[in-house]
């Protein structure tokens, strides 16, 4: 699976859109981005996924740039239970799937009041 | 809720014991993945299960092993532990085990080495 770069911490004010980047520059064309996030030392949450196209959900906006080398995860109105680790993993589809997956390091969100 | 079981949620023991950590997956789901998490340390990942059979593995210590079973829950044996084995042990499941498909994590188990 290709490496993610993330920035180490990012901060948000309430009720702003928080706005995560994700760099995936050799990401294959197989591959689909990944957003989860860790509060505090919770299991991870699974947020959303996506292969070329921008999703949303209720929870987050997943913006992928059309190059496919990275991809924005957007907080629509950051709440104070948005604080936590957000993870940014990219994943191979197909029968060459089953391989290790990789979690960096993250980016750490605060939201401030 | 995830719907991912973890047992149990903290175990406490010493050095040189062995532990098994049991995690049952969403209904559903057919592979398991194991993962370690060390002090403000990121996910690493162990091992990964689908539909009772190794389907790929990472950085996972040979004092560590993992098994699925045909109901498809499994085990994570840790043996001769160290003090440095003392982290989160996260359990995740998902559909299929290939990559067009989220992994849903259980609540994990912490394991502290005295």
């Known amino acids: 699976d290709a490496k993610t770069t993330q920035p180490p911490s990012m901060d948000c004010a309430e009720g702003r859109a928080a706005n995560l980047p994700c760099n995936h520059s050799t990401i294959s064309g197989n591959e689909y981005v990944y957003w989860y996030r860790q509060i505090h030392s919770q299991g991870p949450q699974y947020i959303i996924h996506?292969?070329?196209n921008n999703e949303t959900n209720e929870m987050a906006s997943l913006i992928i740039t059309e190059d496919r080398k990275s991809s924005t995860l957007i907080l629509p109105h950051a709440t104070l239970r948005d604080t936590a680790v957000y993870y940014c993993i990219v994943r191979v589809v197909g029968s060459g799937g089953y391989q290790k997956v990789t979690f960096g390091t993250g980016t750490k969100l605060q939201v401030i009041p | 809720d995830s719907g991912v079981t973890q047992t149990p949620k903290h175990l406490i023991t010493a050095t040189g014991q062995r532990v098994t950590l049991r995690c049952s997956p969403r209904?559903?789901?057919?592979?398991v993945y194991w993962y370690q998490q060390s002090l403000d340390q990121g996910l690493q990942f162990l091992i990964q299960y689908y539909n009772g059979e190794e389907r790929a593995k990472g950085n996972i210590l040979e004092r560590f092993s993992a098994q699925q079973f045909p109901d498809l829950h499994s085990e994570l044996n840790l043996s001769s532990l160290e003090l440095g084995d003392s982290a989160l042990y996260f359990c995740a499941s998902s559909a299929s085990g290939l990559g067009n498909q989220p992994q849903h994590f259980g609540d994990g188990t912490r394991l502290s080495i005295l």
């Open positions: 209904s559903g789901d057919l592979s």
């Open positions: 996506g292969l070329k």
